[in-house]
């Protein structure tokens, strides 16, 4: 049961009167689908004023990276901010005339997936400003799993924002709460948290963003995420396999089998396959959650690249037209990983 579905089922909605702001996206919506905004709307204790939203849009549209323009909700004539537009934080005079800031953004918990960035730049608004923040809880797919390196600072970027291990495994609620309690900056933020009920039954999950299509696809996107910085790599992206394969034009069949024999990933099977992509039969590799071991997403990454440079080499990963090194960096937070790729070394992740 998520923080929405909670708070409104409380008999009254605190801070009655109150100015309301919102920041949420499409997946804010309760188990029968109603979106938050209709339903708070409705309610008489709050005055719902302005609308937020992060990357891919208020209604999810928006492609990965697609800068978004301010506008107004269809519906309710609501003023709607983009925070991945112009700007990534709220601007002062946004925040001025609320009483509360509600945040209900379905996440990930992993680093380079912006919410995170999202949410840790309207807190900071927020505690500027003096205005409360409560956000709504969702369960992520990723719950407790921490695996990947810390961020390097001379690499702080939107993808690379929290001091947090790529996937750090925490849901918004509880994101929010390490931020507070580990941010100088953050001290004297008033935060409420709603958290899931963990005894209710799952509620169906709504996708996040218009390439995470599944669970399955948002368990398995630390794993393939690394195609948006190397060339030629397909993950079938916002289709039925969305981010569950890693298919390239160089590798053969028997090559495919040759890697997919040689490789144990934590917590993943991994099985060959040819696929038919938009510019061709390629061969590749589907890959699918396997729930008797512990999943470290990152680290199988890193397993399968060893393996790719191993058959293709590190200059057809990272040094080839159309792949973009740095951003690969951007996204990992680090430079060492790329480094001791190419330098063929083994190595891990401390925890």
Sequence with gaps: MSGLHRLLHLDSLPMVGAKVGFLGHHASVTPNGTHAVDALVQRSEWKLSRLFSPEHGFFGKAAA???????LHPRWQLPVHSLYGEYRSPKAEWLTDLDLMVVDLQDLGVRCYTYGSTLQNMLHACAKASLPVMVLDREIPLAAIVDGPMPDPELKSFVGQLPL??????????????????????????????????????????????????????????????????????????????????????????????IAASLQLPGISVMPRAFETPTGVWHGFFFRRNPEEDLLPLTAAVHLLRALRNHLGSERLFATQGSRPAFFDQLMGTRSVRQQLCLGNSFGFSK
């Design 65 to 71: 990276g697609e800068q978004v323009d301010d506008s």
């Design 165 to 258: 291990p790529l996937v750090y495994g925490q849901s918004q609620g509880e994101l929010a709460r390490t931020l507070k309690a580990t941010d100088p900056e953050l001290t004297s933020l008033d935060l409420t948290v709603l958290d899931t009920d963990p005894s209710s039954p799952p509620s169906d999950w709504t996708p996040p963003s218009p390439a995470i299509v599944s669970r399955e696809s948002a368990r398995l996107y630390p794993l393939t995420v690394w195609s948006e910085a190397i060339s030629d790599v397909w993950v079938d992206r916002g289709g039925p396999l969305s981010f569950q394969c890693w298919v390239m034009p160089d590798l053969s069949g028997i090559a495919a089998e040759t």
